[in-house]
Every structure is written in structure tokens, then in C-alpha cells.
């Protein structure tokens, strides 16, 4: 008996649950073209951002002005124009030629914070070929005077003037930094969501101490970050209406075992990809199937969820229980080698 990877996200039929997420990858047809022949089910597209659109549609200028009064250096870390891979037009042109490239769907990504009028750029997204959208909601609110509410309502609100706009699906791409994920997820829901993408990963600045600059940097992930997502899968697995795209951590068939057990509908892989090419997109998928077979699972829906907060054997692992387990448990070792603070 050979398993079944066969699944639905979006309302697209799929042909197993694994796609490369929004990277550059997908600015090259080549690229794009190994990563249908290696088995992607679904191609995503890097995203395409509010400010991006603005500056198309304003001009720079002005969109540089708009910032120049939150602190003297913010202009200095805006990107200029032709920083972005694409232009909004060419995004445009990109989705179609991608369409032409492949025969598997193609999701478009928008990236913003704010409600405006950039949301409508969906319906170009929608008319130039795209089978979905990703609404990737990437936000660090540093603003003492905005409540937790206030935030959430932001995101709510992008979303309803965005499902205005289109016929095809809409998945939120969300970060864990929420005070109740459950609470937004199936607010998302009532307002349009056809899915989740657990979850964005801020890229974390660093400091250069000795010319005194914030400097950008980048750390691709590793299977140590699928941990949290496989929490707030299996806890947010259960609210219907919604399917599951986990993003982060997944490097191997065993993680990709993990994140549909936890509840995933689909599995996005990037960093593992930019790492090992999209040869290792083929590897995860030849080894979740060899292990279901091994395993008597005839099909990816029978392995879903087997895991997930309300299925699985001990749901005290996933909450509060395992925090006071962990703790109370740890042994220190006395035989440690004592170091020093400059260690």
C-alpha cells in the first residue's frame, strides 16, 4: 500500500501538503521549475509590501516624508526603490509567468500593517493568475500608546478590506506575538480567513558596538524554532472553517511528520531549501511517505491532527503542566566544570 499525500488548502486540490513558503526562490523560473519537478504542490511567492505599493503609487518622495518625523535615522534603513526585487507591475507579470511555467497553483503574498487603499493590488493579483493570497501581517508595535486590541482590530481590519476586493482565498501569515491567538484565529475567520500560516519569523537586529549602528541580519531557521509551531498548531487546530499552513523549523521528514500530526494542513519550506536546493523538497516528501506506509497510515488526513490538542493522548503536554514538569524536574549536574563569566 502506497499513501496517500493527497490534501485540500484553500479549497486547491493539492497533490501533497509540501511547498517552498515566500523566499526568492520564486524570482527565478528556473528555480521555480526544479521546484514543481521535485514536488512542490503549490508555489508561493515572496511578498509584496504596503510600503512597496505606496511608493509606487505616491512616489518616493512623499513616502519618505511620511517617516521622517519617528526619529532622524528612519529614512536610512527605508529601502530605496531598487532594493525591491520587484516592481508592483512586475509582481504582476511574475505571477503570470509563473502560471505559464507550472501547472500548480500559485499563491501571491501581501505584506503590511496598516489599512489602505494598497489592499486592493489583490484583484490585479487575482486577475494576473494568482489561486490564493497570503496576507502576511508583519508588525512589531513599539508604540507604548497602542493596545493589544488596537493591534488585532489593525489586522482585522486589512484582511475585510482585502476579501472585498476578490473570489479567491485569503490565509493570514501571523507571528505567536498575540495576548490570545485563539481568540484573533477565529476572529480572522469570521472575517474572510480561509487559513493561517504559523508562523511569520522576525529577523532580529544586532548591535555593532564599536561604530554604534543597529545592523540588520539574517539567521536562517532550524528544527529547533518548529517547537512553538507545533504548539499553537495542535492548540489551534480545532476551529473549523480554517486550514493550517506551518511555516519554520520543518528541515526534515521527521519535522514534516511532526507538523502534520500537530494539525497542518500544509507544510511551507524555506530555509531548508535555500540551504539544500530543491533537491531536499523531493527527500522530505520520498520520507513522509515511506514512513506512513511503514506506519499503516493509508492517508495524510488519517495522520492529521493525531496529535493535536483534543486528540492527542495528553493534552497537559501542550499547556501550563509541561511548563511545572519541566521545571520541577531538571537536575543540575554537580559535576559541571565551573567557567568563567568571560566564557
Not at 516592481?87 to 503574498?109: F, H, N
Not at 485563539?182 to 508562523?199: D, M
Amino acid at each position: 500500500m502506497i499513501s496517500n499525500l493527497s490534501t485540500k488548502y484553500l479549497g486547491l486540490s493539492l497533490k501533497n501538503p509540501f511547498m517552498p513558503g515566500a523566499s526568492p526562490m520564486v524570482d527565478n523560473l528556473d528555480l521555480v521549475k526544479q521546484l514543481e519537478d521535485a514536488g512542490a504542490s503549490a508555489i508561493v511567492l515572496h511578498s509584496l509590501f504596503e510600503e512597496q505599493i505606496e511608493m509606487d503609487q505616491r512616489g518616493v518622495d512623499a513616502l519618505m516624508l511620511s517617516h521622517e518625523e519617528s526619529f532622524s535615522e528612519a529614512i536610512s534603513y527605508f529601502p530605496k526603490s531598487g532594493d525591491f526585487a520587484f516592481t508592483p507591475d512586475r509582481y504582476l507579470e511574475q505571477i503570470a509567468a509563473i502560471k505559464r511555467c507550472v501547472g500548480i497553483p500559485v499563491i501571491a503574498s501581501l505584506n503590511g500593517v496598516t489599512p489602505g487603499g494598497w489592499v486592493s493590488l489583490a484583484k490585479s493579483m487575482e486577475q494576473a493568475g494568482a489561486s490564493a493570497i497570503e496576507l502576511n501581517v508583519y508588525q512589531l508595535p513599539g508604540n507604548p500608546a497602542l493596545s493589544g486590541t488596537d493591534i488585532e482590530v489593525a489586522v482585522l481590519e486589512i484582511l475585510s478590506s482585502m476579501v472585498k476586493h476578490i473570489t479567491i482565498p485569503v490565509a493570514v501569515k501571523l507571528s505567536p506575538f498575540y495576548s490570545s491567538l485563539p481568540n484573533l484565529a477565529r476572529s480572522l475567520e469570521g472575517a474572510g480567513a480561509k487559513g493561517l500560516v504559523l508562523f511569520n519569523r522576525f529577523y532580529q537586529p544586532d548591535i555593532d558596538i564599536e561604530t554604534l549602528e543597529v545592523t540588520p541580519s539574517l539567521k536562517l531557521s532550524d528544527s529547533s524554532e518548529l517547537r512553538l509551531r507545533l504548539r499553537w498548531m495542535a492548540i489551534l487546530e480545532s476551529i473549523q472553517g480554517l486550514d493550517f499552513a506551518l511555516s519554520g523549523g520543518v528541515h526534515n521528514s521527521v519535522d514534516a511528520i511532526k507538523a502534520l500530526m500537530a494539525g497542518s494542513t500544509t507544510v511551507q519550506l524555506v530555509s531548508c531549501l535555500l540551504q539544500h536546493g530543491p533537491q531536499r523538497l523531493r527527500e522530505i516528501i520520498d520520507g513522509v511517505q515511506e514512513w506512513m506506509t511503514e506506519h499503516e497510515y493509508s492517508s495524510v488526513s488519517e495522520l492529521r491532527g493525531c496529535m493535536s490538542y483534543r486528540k492527542c493522548p495528553d493534552p497537559g503536554g501542550y499547556e501550563r503542566a509541561n511548563y511545572l514538569h519541566i521545571l520541577q524536574t531538571w537536575q543540575v549536574d554537580q559535576e559541571y566544570p565551573r567557567k568563567s563569566i568571560t566564557d
